[in-house]
């Protein structure tokens, strides 16, 4: 039986860490589907299309990966879609409250989808979209920590103009290729 699973998110912006995480779905199951939440109350940098186009175009080279976006419950999205997993990145201890509400929460409401939690490399386990927003805001590089359509667009929204941006202070920071 093939193998359907939701991977769904804010993805504002989507980062390198989003992508590991896909990547490693990707060979797992046999289609993942980002899945963007709309959510007209949660303020967003980017919008649902922007986020929609930069996700379509960052897994590109991924065949079995899919975008879409959903409101309302992500189980009854899930449902609705066939799937049977909801993918979800664990980076560090600090994730693991939320999520394990989450993921218990959305048992509770559909018992035939199964919550399954992935680690991204340790290369991205301390990143997330918030803080690299919050790092472009304030003039820093986010080299390598995002696809470079995402840096060049949170400079263009977010970042200040002041001339010399800071740059990481041991060269570029380049992605793994694998974990
Ligand atoms: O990237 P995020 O913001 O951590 O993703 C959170 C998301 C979209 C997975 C979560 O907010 C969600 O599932 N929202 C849909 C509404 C829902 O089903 N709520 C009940 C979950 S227990």
Redesign the pocket.
């Known amino acids: 039986m093939k193998v359907l699973a939701v991977y769904?998110?804010?993805?504002d912006p989507v980062t390198h860490g989003h992508l590991d995480i896909i990547r490693r779905g990707s060979r797992l199951f046999d289609r993942i589907v980002v899945a963007i939440?709309r959510?007209p109350e949660k303020k967003a940098l980017f919008s649902l299309e922007e986020r929609r186009r930069i996700l379509v175009n960052a897994t590109s080279g991924i065949p079995n990966v899919t975008v879409d976006s959903?409101d309302?419950?992500?189980?009854d999205y899930a449902h609705r879609r066939g799937a049977r997993v909801i993918v979800?990145g664990l980076r560090a201890l600090s994730d693991f409250e939320y999520e394990f509400?989450?993921a218990l929460?959305?048992r509770r409401?559909d018992s035939s989808i199964e919550t399954v939690f992935m680690m991204p490399s340790e290369t991205y386990s301390y990143l997330s979209?918030r803080l690299v927003k919050e790092v472009v805001r304030l003039g820093g590089s986010v080299a390598g920590l995002v696809p470079p359509e995402v840096e060049r667009r949170l400079r263009a929204r977010v970042g200040n103009r002041l001339k010399g941006s800071r740059r990481p202070s041991r060269g570029k920071v380049q992605p793994r290729r694998r974990g």
């Not at 309302?72 to 189980?75: A, D, F, P, R, S």
């Open positions: 769904p998110g804010s993805f939440l959510n959903f309302g419950l992500l189980v979800r509400q989450m929460m959305n409401l979209s």
